[in-house]
């Protein structure tokens, strides 16, 4: 094979350039973002159906959907909340399902149910595209909202460039609401011509839908028949409702008639101004790194559509995130790079230095090829693997390029140097690669969002190594037998810098170090079990933190108010939350959005949002502060401030988002039963020492209960149709449909003034009584036979798989323990309810379970590779037992630079198991080679460690050098990675170096006995 290689190696160099080639416009090509994209197949259904109280959402469209949907294989799990007047469904899907055919599935099923819905319901929306990417959030601010107001159209047509923009998927107004046309019949207008609201209905109706006439025929021509329609809003307010008296009494005769504007759902707050949001999203799977350049234009341009009053500025960017994560990756990669070079210098020739330093690029550029076919793009993720992969690549490299120069000079021509020295130790680089993949390989299996937020680690590194193994195996010898053919002189060349220390290093390792480990053998060999459990045992004192927070300046305060609670009071509260934190001395700035809250950006949302809820942003001044300093400050003396809302600080997590320590599920079909028992747990987890935060999606509300004596109203002819029609009417109107003259469109809201804007006036809403036996009808109004009263109930009632249920989100302290309290509540519960548990404390067993498990996979395939390598079953579980040794300076590391063990702390762990393995795998097969060439056993082993102690302190050095950077300068989410790795490696070569001469000894001394 290597004859063959040499001798077509003019063609091997084409290949290289064309893999190169590819590389590099793969590189081009490949979207880049911040994080990886994490696709969790969800889909919202959304029911609007006003004034209907939650009870009666629930009975009436809630559960009819959620007894159809929960047939449906491929739906994991149904969430529901009905509220007032609302419904939302959340449906989970299975990531195994056909998701078209599903969604397809789920249309079908919703639309026949809507048959069954009251007639009142007004919209069923479907949503399949939940997660979003959000690239950029403008704020469009002025001094009052009015202003706003006034360029709705211009922020409408900046919205509208934004989407014609190639990679935008759409746009997120917030702030901005929108327009009814409004038809307010007047009571006293209406009486004056004696006309009934129903009357109003059916003009309006046969205006905006006409009805179709057929067609004509005409000259052997079939014409269609059309009415001619209004023309523009002053046609539609002469529409005719009725002749009275010879005189057609029109539309704009009965009713006031006016373009309002909708109530808004979310106002925002920015510095003493009134802003509207525009939040930009784009498509799947794009750079998005390429949406800078047209989106800065974009906002350029808008500049010319607003008035002077009105300023437009950049509130969020995602391409400036990922220009500084790329800016500190990059940094982090060329100092690796130069720390890899530097060491190659100082322990190899120029020549050879340069030649395995030429492997890094070509292998990082060849290992690009593969990732967009397994749906990975690049981030900081998959470019940290590229990072830990440098130090990993060069290893071959360096094994061969020092071996075949040990063969040169031993006397081998430039073909036999070549041939025989990536012979020797071809089988060995072919199983350290293997066992590279093998211990990456498995982490892609793990499951959920951290699997897929993790996947590109492994992937962007096992196709970097692999990729520096062909470049091993194939460039580094065809190179090397070039060079040497070239050489007019046989002359030895140039060692490294640091050669003589590395000779001296070789001749003490092999001549004292060795020799004492295989005359004292038990000693040596209970000294390092000793060493090993004791960094084994600081595993305890080790912090466990899933994913840190990362190094943001942003703090997001979710805040709800009591339910019921007004928009515009909500509003003044957040503003008021602004204000606390502006007086400290470390926040730059704040911003705060009522409502809705914020557009899906810095990983914060509310679920269920209301006029009560809303988020605050504070920006803090890193220089003074940092962002957990910052919660651990602050966060009891806000909620001390306003103790009467409920708020939660959070900071962005490098990584998933993170859900409450501890969550509860507390389920159940008695209502008030569920209340009661959901209030007592409330009362004594907020009692608890334990408890630092406790929230739950039970809340109560004002509702305004009405009653309506049913023998009264049948006493004076009226069915309860036309009552609670004409209270609707009253209270939210009803929607007619769409006004469109060509330049306008909005849809019609028709409504019935009762005099009242802040409530229902029973005595104002009057219907006409036949029931007498005068010809003339009577006047009756609703409070006659309507009563309300005021109470007080629950604001939402949630489903779980259509139970009803309450959930807990709990942080703790590290005072206590809340397992005491949820165990007295369970014990207590009525039959029929239940009280599940989950949370980060749950997740985080679950993953330490699941990597358990990986690893064990890990450790299977480590063993069966090195069976077959030494056709033996012993020596592989020898060379296992330096995994151990990794471990323990793994965690020795974790605890002396004090970083948590924390997601991609324990990835780093389990990846050790392929890395360090490798030098116990060298050191191994050269004893066996000598075992031939030498009479003594003890020469085998000292001469293997002359031989072999360069390459494994060169190969050692260059993995350290690699993540120590990242170490030094990089992000938090990936020091723990770099500390588990770099220490791993460091001790467990150390210890390696010493144990396992003298355990493979004893091993062969069993063998022998046997």
């Not at 190696?9 to 893999?19: D, F, P, S, V």
């Not at 969790?40 to 009819?64: C, D, F, R, W």
């Not at 401030?641 to 509860?664: E, H, K, R, W, Y």
């Amino acid at each position: 094979m290597m004859k063959t290689l040499l001798k077509y190696r003019k063609i091997l160099w084409i290949l290289i350039l064309l893999l190169v080639s590819v590389g590099i416009f793969t590189y081009v090509q490949l979207p880049k973002r911040d994080i990886p994209e994490i696709t969790q197949p969800l889909a919202s259904i959304q029911v609007i159906y006003p004034g209907a109280a939650p009870e009666s959402m629930e009975k009436a469209i809630t559960t009819p959907l959620e007894e159809e949907l929960l047939t449906i294989d491929g739906i994991d799990e149904i969430q529901s909340a009905s509220l007032n007047g609302f419904v939302n469904l959340t449906l989970v899907l299975s990531g195994e399902a056909d998701t078209s055919q599903l969604y397809q599935n789920i249309n079908q099923r919703v639309s026949a149910v809507r048959t069954s819905f009251p007639d009142e319901v007004r919209a069923v929306n479907i949503s399949t595209d939940l997660i979003q990417s959000n690239v950029e959030t403008f704020h469009i601010a002025a001094d009052d909202y009015k202003t706003l107001l006034d360029n709705r159209e211009a922020i409408h047509q900046f919205a509208d460039s934004l989407t014609e923009i190639s990679g935008v998927k759409s746009t997120d107004i917030r702030g901005l609401p929108g327009e009814t046309l409004s038809v307010q019949i007047e009571p006293d207008l209406l009486a004056r011509y004696q006309l009934q609201p129903n009357q109003v209905i059916e003009a309006i109706s046969q205006t905006i839908q006409p009805t179709p006439l057929g067609t004509d025929q005409l000259d052997d021509t079939i014409r269609t028949l059309t009415l001619t329609s209004y023309q523009d809003l002053d046609d539609f307010k002469a529409t005719v409702i009725a002749n009275t008296n010879g005189q057609n009494v029109t539309l704009e005769d009965v009713a006031s008639i006016d373009v309002v504007t909708d109530t808004p759902s979310s106002l925002i707050h920015e510095d003493g101004q009134a802003v509207v949001s525009v939040t930009v999203q784009a498509d799947d799977g794009i750079n998005i790194l390429n949406l800078e350049t047209p989106l800065t234009k974009a906002k350029q341009a808008a500049d010319a559509l607003f008035s002077d009053d009105i300023t437009i500025s950049s509130y969020f960017s995602q391409t400036t995130i990922i220009d500084d994560v790329y800016s500190s990756l990059l940094q982090s990669l060329i100092i690796s790079l130069i720390a890899v070079l530097v060491i190659m210098v100082l322990g190899l020739p120029i020549t050879s230095a340069i030649l395995v330093a030429l492997a890094i690029p070509l292998s990082i550029i060849i290992g690009l090829i593969p990732l967009p076919y397994t749906g990975v793009d690049l981030n900081q993720i998959s470019v940290i693997g590229m990072i830990v992969a440098i130090g990993i690549l060069v290893d071959d490299a360096i094994v061969v390029n020092d071996n075949i120069e040990r063969r040169f000079l031993l006397g081998d021509s430039a073909r036999e140097g070549v041939i025989n020295g990536v012979k020797e130790v071809r089988v060995s680089i072919i199983t350290s690669t293997l066992l590279i993949v093998f211990s990456f390989i498995p982490l892609t299996f793990l499951s959920g969002s951290n699997g897929d937020f993790i996947r590109g680690l492994p992937l962007a590194l096992v196709f970097t190594v692999l990729a520096s193994t062909f470049l091993a195996l194939s460039f580094m010898p065809a190179f090397r037998y070039q060079e040497q053919k070239l050489r007019t002189k046989k002359k030895q060349r140039r060692s490294g810098l640091l050669n003589p220390i590395f000779e001296k290093l070789s001749n003490v390792y092999a001549d004292k170090i060795v020799p004492f480990s295989l005359k004292r053998p038990v000693l040596t060999i209970v000294s390092g079990l000793v060493i090993m459990i004791s960094f084994l045992s600081l595993i305890l004192l080790v912090p466990i933190e899933f994913f840190p927070a990362a190094e943001r300046e942003e703090v997001t305060i979710t805040a709800t108010l009591p339910a019921g609670t007004p928009l515009e009071e909500t509003q003044e509260t957040l503003i008021a939350i602004e204000d606390y934190f502006k007086e400290t001395n470390v926040v730059r700035e704040t911003v705060s959005y009522a409502g809705e809250g914020l557009p899906g950006i810095f990983g914060a949302s509310i679920p269920n949002s209301g006029t009560n809820t809303g988020h605050v942003v504070v920006r803090i001044d890193q220089d003074k502060t940092k962002v957990l300093d910052f919660i651990d400050t602050y966060e009891e003396d806000v909620r001390d401030t306003f103790p009467n809302v409920t708020m939660q600080l959070d900071t962005i997590v490098s990584g998933p988002p993170a859900s409450a320590d501890v969550s509860l599920t507390l389920t159940g079909e008695d209502l008030s039963e569920l209340l009661r028992i959901s209030e007592d747990l409330n009362e004594k987890l907020q009692a608890s020492d334990a408890v630092s935060f406790v929230s739950s999606n039970s809340q109560t509300k004002p509702f305004t209960e009405v009653t309506i004596d049913e023998d009264a109203m049948l006493a004076y002819g009226f069915t309860e149709t036309q009552v609670t029609g004409l209270m609707q009417l009253a209270s939210i109107g009803a929607p007619l449909g769409i006004f469109d003259d060509g330049n306008m469109r909005l849809p019609i809201n028709l409504s019935y003034n009762d005099f009242d804007p802040t409530g229902l006036a029973l005595d104002n809403l009057e219907l006409a009584s036949f029931s007498g036996d005068s010809p003339m009808p009577t006047i009756v109004s609703l409070d006659q036979f309507v009563e309300k009263t005021n109470v007080e109930q629950v604001n939402a009632i949630n489903h779980l798989n259509g139970d009803r249920f309450i959930s807990f989100d709990i942080f703790t302290t590290d005072d206590g323990d809340v397992s005491a309290i949820i165990e007295a509540v369970r014990s207590e519960l009525p039959d029929g309810f239940s009280l599940a548990e989950s949370g980060e404390q749950d997740t985080q067993t679950e993953f330490f379970l699941e990597v358990g498990k990986l690893f064990l996979v890990v450790l299977f395939l480590i063993y069966t590779t090195l069976a077959i390598q030494f056709n033996s079953l012993t020596t592989p579980i020898l060379i296992s037992f330096t995994i151990l040794l990794a471990l323990s300076g793994a965690v020795v590391g974790l605890f002396i630079s004090g970083e948590p063990l924390s997601f991609l702390g324990v990835l780093g762990i389990v990846a050790l198991s392929g890395v360090i393995v490798r030098n116990a795998i060298l050191l191994i097969e050269f004893i066996e080679q000598n075992r031939d060439n030498y009479k003594s056993l003890t020469d085998a082993f000292i001469e293997a460690g002359r031989l072999r102690l360069k390459p494994i302190l060169l190969t050692t050095l260059t993995s350290m050098a690699a993540l120590i950077p990242v170490i030094i300068t990089g992000d938090v989410l990936f020091k723990p990675l770099a500390v588990a790795i770099v220490y791993g490696i460091f001790f467990a070569t150390l210890l390696t170096l010493v144990l396992i001469p003298p355990l493979y000894l004893a091993l062969l001394k069993l063998r022998k006995e046997a």
